[in-house]
C-alpha cells in the first residue's frame, strides 16, 4: 500500500514550452501533497505545499506563476513548468500523506527528470 | 524543526550489519526522528521512524539514545541494494509536515 506515482517518468522538452507533471496516491487519499526538487549531487528542496481544494503555499524563492500547482482532488496534485528553460531541468519529485490511518508519514513519487533543451 | 547532523559518507561490507549515526540535540520533546533512503534516481523510500523507543521494522532498526540527542539507524545485513544516501530528519508526529532533508550520509554497500 501508499504509492505514489508520477507521470511522466523523463520528459525533453524545448526551452519556452511549458511541462505538467502528474503525482497520484493510487491506493490512499491524500489532502496535503509536497512538490521537491532536486539538482544533481544534491539534496531534495521543498518547492511548495499542495492542498486540496486550495492554493498551494510556496516555499521562498519559488516562482508561484512559474511552477503552477493544482491540487483537484485527493489523488492527483500537478505541477506545471511554465516557459521552462534549461536552468529548469532537475529531479521533480511529490509525495503524499494518506489521508487517515495509522500511517504518519510520506510517501514519495518515483520521481520526474525535466531536461529543457 | 530541529538540525541533524550526518556523516557525509561511509562504507559497509555487503552481509554486515551497517550502522548509521545521526545527532540531533536540539530535538524537543514531541519531534520525531523519521529515516528516508534514496537510491540514485529514485524517490525517496521511509524507513521507520521513533520518538524514544527504539524501533524495528521488516527494513532496519532505530536506536534512540536515552537523552534524545542522537539516534543509530541500524540496517542489520546489508546487501547492494542498500546502496543509497540515508536521510536523517527530525519533525514533529503528523506526516502533513514539510521535510527538510540534510545532506544526508552517502553508504556504499562494498561486494
Known amino acids: 500500500g501508499a504509492v505514489v506515482s508520477q507521470h511522466p517518468s523523463w520528459v525533453i522538452c524545448k526551452s519556452g514550452t511549458s511541462v505538467k507533471i502528474e503525482c497520484r496516491s493510487l491506493d490512499f487519499q491524500a489532502t496535503t501533497m509536497f512538490w521537491y526538487r532536486q539538482f544533481p549531487k544534491q539534496s531534495l528542496m521543498l518547492m511548495a505545499t499542495?492542498?486540496?481544494?486550495?492554493?498551494?503555499?510556496?516555499e521562498q524563492g519559488v516562482e508561484k506563476d512559474k511552477f503552477l500547482i493544482n491540487h483537484a482532488s485527493l489523488t492527483l496534485s500537478t505541477l506545471t513548468v511554465t516557459s521552462a528553460h534549461p536552468e529548469d531541468s532537475s529531479f521533480y519529485i511529490c509525495?503524499?500523506?494518506?489521508?487517515?490511518?495509522?500511517?504518519?508519514?510520506?510517501?514519495f513519487g518515483p520521481g520526474t527528470r525535466l531536461t529543457v533543451l | 524543526d530541529a538540525k541533524t547532523t550526518q556523516p557525509p559518507s561511509m562504507d559497509c561490507a555487503e552481509g554486515r550489519a551497517a550502522n548509521l549515526p545521526c545527532n540531533h540535540s536540539?530535538?524537543?520533546?514531541?519531534?520525531?526522528v523519521y529515516w528516508y533512503r534514496q537510491i540514485h534516481s529514485q524517490g525517496p523510500q521511509y524507513i521507520i521512524h521513533?520518538?524514544?523507543n527504539n524501533e524495528t521494522n521488516e527494513m532496519a532498526s532505530l536506536i534512540i539514545t536515552e537523552d534524545r540527542k542522537s539516534s543509530t539507524l541500524i540496517l542489520p545485513h546489508a546487501t547492494l541494494r542498500d546502496t543509497a544516501v540515508y536521510y536523517c530528519i527530525v519533525l514533529g508526529r503528523f506526516g502533513n509536515e514539510k521535510l527538510t532533508f540534510g545532506t544526508g550520509t552517502r553508504l556504499t554497500i562494498i561486494p
Open positions: 536540539t530535538i524537543s520533546g514531541n519531534e520525531y
Open positions: 521513533g520518538l524514544k
Open positions: 509525495s503524499a500523506t494518506p489521508l487517515a490511518g495509522s500511517t504518519d508519514t510520506q510517501y
Open positions: 499542495s492542498n486540496e481544494g486550495s492554493k498551494a503555499t510556496y
